[in-house]
C-alpha cells in the first residue's frame, strides 16, 4: 500500500568506505526527505528533494529523487565515525494533502 | 527558537491508565504529527493534522485520540494503555505540503506501559 521499503536494515562499514541506501513504493510522491537520527535524538533533515530526476548534495551526502517518483537514494561519500545512527527515508504522499511516512530506517555502523 | 517540544519526556503506566502525550510548536507551522517509533519498525504515523481544526488518520491510529488545540498544539491520547503502546512518540511539524514539507522533530516521549 503506503508503506515505503526501505533498504539495507543495516550496514557495517569500514572507516573511509562508500554507502548507499534506497527507499522504494509503489505509491507515488511528491516529496522526498533523508533524515538522521542520533540515539536518544529526533531525527534532523539531512535532504529535501522535491522534482522527479532532481539530485541534491550536501557535503559527502548525495540524494537523488526517482524519475518515476516512487523510489529515492542516499550515498554517504567516504564515510567517518561521527556517520554513525539511523538513517531513514521520508516522502510526502501524491494527492494526501500533508500526510507525510516513513521507512524503517538503515542503522549504519562505521569502523574506525 | 524552541522548535517542537514535547512533554513528557519519560512516562511509566499501568495497563488500562489514560494519559496524555503533549506537543507545541513556535515555528507557525500549519501540519503536525505523532509517529511512534519502534525497533525495526521506522516511524509509523498515529495521526496528523494538515492544518488547524483537521485531524486525519495515519497508519497506525487504533488505541488513540488526537486534538488540534489551536495552531500550535497537538496532543495524542491513550484512554486505556495497552503495553503494545510501549514505545517512542514523536511530534512533528511542517509549514505545509510541497517545499514546505521539510518536518521538524521534538526530543521524543518514552512511554513504557506495564
Known amino acids: 500500500g503506503q508503506q515505503l521499503n526501505q533498504s539495507p536494515q543495516s550496514m557495517f562499514i569500514q572507516e573511509g568506505e562508500d554507502v548507499s541506501m534506497n527507499c522504494t513504493s509503489s505509491s507515488i510522491f511528491n516529496t522526498w526527505l533523508w533524515y538522521k537520527q542520533d540515539p536518544g535524538e529526533g531525527p534532523v533533515l539531512l535532504i529535501a528533494l522535491y522534482k522527479a530526476g532532481e539530485l541534491t548534495s550536501n557535503g559527502r551526502l548525495t540524494a537523488q529523487f526517482g524519475i518515476t517518483r516512487k523510489d529515492s537514494f542516499l550515498n554517504i561519500s567516504a564515510s567517518i565515525p561521527s556517520d554513525v545512527g539511523i538513517y531513514f527515508c521520508?516522502?510526502?504522499?501524491?494527492?494526501?494533502?500533508?500526510?507525510?511516512?516513513f521507512g524503517q530506517g538503515t542503522e549504519l555502523s562505521v569502523k574506525p | 527558537n524552541a522548535g517542537v517540544t514535547q512533554t513528557p519526556k519519560f512516562q511509566v503506566l499501568k495497563t488500562g491508565q489514560s494519559m496524555t502525550l503533549q506537543c507545541a510548536q513556535d515555528?507557525?507551522?500549519?501540519?503536525m504529527y505523532w509517529y511512534r517509533q519502534d525497533p525495526g519498525m521506522g516511524l509509523r504515523l498515529i495521526y496528523y493534522?494538515?492544518?488547524?481544526?483537521?485531524?486525519d488518520k495515519g497508519e497506525v491510529p487504533n488505541g488513540y485520540n488526537v486534538s488540534r488545540l489551536n495552531k500550535r498544539e497537538f496532543s495524542l491520547r491513550l484512554e486505556s494503555a495497552a503495553p503494545s503502546q510501549t514505545s517512542v512518540y514523536f511530534c512533528?511539524?511542517?509549514?505545509?505540503?510541497?517545499?514546505?514539507?521539510?518536518?521538524?522533530f521534538g526530543q521524543g516521549t518514552r512511554l513504557t506501559v506495564v
Open positions: 512533528a511539524s511542517t509549514r505545509g505540503t510541497g517545499r514546505n514539507t521539510e518536518a521538524f
Open positions: 493534522s494538515a492544518s488547524e481544526g483537521t485531524t
Open positions: 521520508a516522502g510526502q504522499l501524491h494527492n494526501q494533502g500533508g500526510k507525510l511516512i
Open positions: 515555528m507557525n507551522h500549519n501540519s
